[in-house]
């Protein structure tokens, strides 16, 4: 039988076209709301270059302007910048020996949903299964939101080697005894 779901649309890409709009939007993820002054303060790119790299941040909707906390200054006011928390989710996921900790987070990191899954079976395909599980329930979760879900990160203890865009081999572990265990089917494992 033959699958009739849509394809997936293609993921959205973050507008950072440039090194200077990566740097930008983290300098304002970590330290803002800022003003375009004090970002060009604190990454050392020149007034015109951030108001160049705000520009496509704001377009996309990752930044939002504060106009009603605009900071007197000579001239016009400065509108300080900040990350629209609400723009995206990710989710994480934490494999330890015994269970598998989810969250799901906003753009800005803070935990909007988190979910505990005992690991009763150690094998690295029933770890796997209860992985897409806990994915799978966040995802239902992230559907409240009505914001896309961007990325997914996996932690996992141990020396992990990545030979491939889509493959991981798991070299030792700290506490889950699997050792040497490739993971190449780990991402189609959560669709």
């Known amino acids: 039988m033959q699958s009739t779901s849509p394809p997936a649309s293609p993921p959205e890409a973050f507008p950072a076209q440039t090194p200077a709009v990566a740097e930008i939007f983290t300098t304002v993820l970590s330290h ?3 003003t375009r002054s004090e970002v060009a303060e604190r990454t050392g790119l020149s007034a015109a270059a951030v108001t160049k790299a705000v520009r496509p941040l704001i377009g996309a909707g990752y930044l939002v302007e504060d106009a009603d906390d605009a900071r007197r200054a000579l001239g016009r006011p400065a509108n300080p910048v900040r990350v629209d928390a609400g723009r995206a989710l990710f989710i994480g996921i934490k494999a330890t020996g015994d269970e598998l900790i989810g969250v799901l987070t906003d753009l800005c990191c803070r935990i909007r ?3 505990h899954l005992p690991l009763t079976d150690p094998a690295p395909g029933a770890v796997l299964a209860r992985l897409s599980e806990l994915v799978r329930e966040l995802l239902t979760e992230a559907e409240g939101f009505g914001v896309p879900v961007l990325g997914l990160g996996l932690a996992v203890s141990g020396d992990v080697d990545r030979t491939e865009e889509s493959s991981a081999t798991r070299r030792s572990s700290g506490g889950a ?7 190449p089917a780990a991402p189609r494992a959560c669709r």
Do not use: E
């Not at 005894?177 to 993971?183: A, D, E, L, M």
């Open 32 to 34: 803002g709301p800022l």
């Open 177 to 183: 005894t699997w050792p040497s265990v490739s993971s």
């Open 113 to 115: 949903v988190a979910r």
